[in-house]
């Protein structure tokens, strides 16, 4: 197979990737067949996958204005993604143009777009990292250039810890970066609920996670108490940890007629 030019020399593309999967769903074209395949499964499974992405990117966008007029002039993205319309750093430096931002993500490829589109903005950055290291990430020369761990931080864990399984201790992982902040530093984090609605068919969740496991980054789903779990240590501002559509929507929202099981929250450090 003939490799476009933005593929990472030591890139494996035999396995789908979540982060080409999730490219997918939102329209962008930073993915291959077997991405698309995977992705064609998991919509097959769950045929609203694609509305849950987009869900869950306008959640992030409305999260990411809340802590920006809330005074939050600095984002840690953990598990930020390919870029796409309306990235962090666009929503956030277009209501404050001081906003620094370090995007960190595990993926090859979401982090050659991340630089490829960050060339010319001194105040954000990228960087390849696995965001369980957290000692890693929080040493790293980038995230020391652009973050003050003495001034609040917005730590962004959007749709993320999902891939981190039980054994890797994901709330422990929290904590780590809530202890690292300073008080009045927030918390913005949306994960894949594991509730099974009235009227879904039977399985429909089990079916799309069994899509995940074949993929480079299996998905764990979370019931809504586990979800709110992580905040331990945050207040959880209103409306609490709900299904990211229904988290403060814009006045024009459109509701789709079914809501996808993903939940998010914003909290404060006390
Ligand atoms: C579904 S995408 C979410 C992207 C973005 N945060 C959003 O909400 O639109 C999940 C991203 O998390 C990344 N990821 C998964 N596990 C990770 C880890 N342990 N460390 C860093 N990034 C990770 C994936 O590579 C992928 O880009």
Redesign the pocket.
């Known amino acids: 197979m003939e490799l476009p030019d933005w593929v990472p020399a030591t890139m494996d593309v035999s396995k789908p990737?979540?982060?080409r999967?999730?490219d997918y769903y939102?329209g962008g074209t930073h993915n291959f067949e077997v991405d698309r395949d995977a992705a064609e499964r998991a919509i097959a499974a769950m045929p609203y996958t694609i509305q849950g992405?987009r869900g869950?990117?306008d959640f992030?966008r409305r999260a990411v204005r809340l802590l920006v007029d809330a005074g939050i002039h600095q984002l840690l993205?953990?598990?930020?993604?390919?870029p796409?319309v309306g990235n962090?750093h666009e929503v956030a430096q277009r209501r404050d143009p001081t906003t620094r931002v370090v995007y960190?993500?595990?993926?090859p490829v979401?982090v050659a777009h991340s630089t490829a589109i960050l060339r010319h903005n001194h105040l954000a950055g990228v960087l390849q990292?696995?965001?369980?290291d957290v000692d890693a990430v929080l040493s790293h020369p980038r995230v020391r250039d652009l973050i003050d761990f003495s001034e609040p931080v917005g730590l962004?864990?959007?749709?993320?810890l999902h891939?981190?399984p039980d054994s890797?201790k994901p709330a422990d992982i929290v904590a780590a970066y809530r202890d690292a902040v300073p008080t009045g530093s927030h918390l913005v984090l949306?994960h894949i609920g594991s509730n099974e609605e009235p009227g879904n068919r039977t399985g429909m969740l089990a079916d799309f996670k069994a899509v995940y496991q074949n993929t480079?980054?299996p998905v764990v789903l979370r019931t809504r108490p586990q979800i709110e779990a992580f905040f331990d240590g945050f207040s959880l501002l209103e409306p609490g940890v709900t299904l990211v559509h229904q988290w403060r929507p814009d006045a024009d929202q459109e509701l789709p007629a079914k809501l996808p099981p993903g939940y998010g929250g914003v909290g404060v450090k006390p």
């Open positions: 990737s979540p982060a999967m999730y939102l992405a869950n990117r992030l993205d953990l598990g930020s993604g390919i796409t962090v960190v993500d595990i993926d979401a990292a696995d965001m369980r962004i864990m959007a749709s993320v891939f981190v890797s949306s480079t980054n």
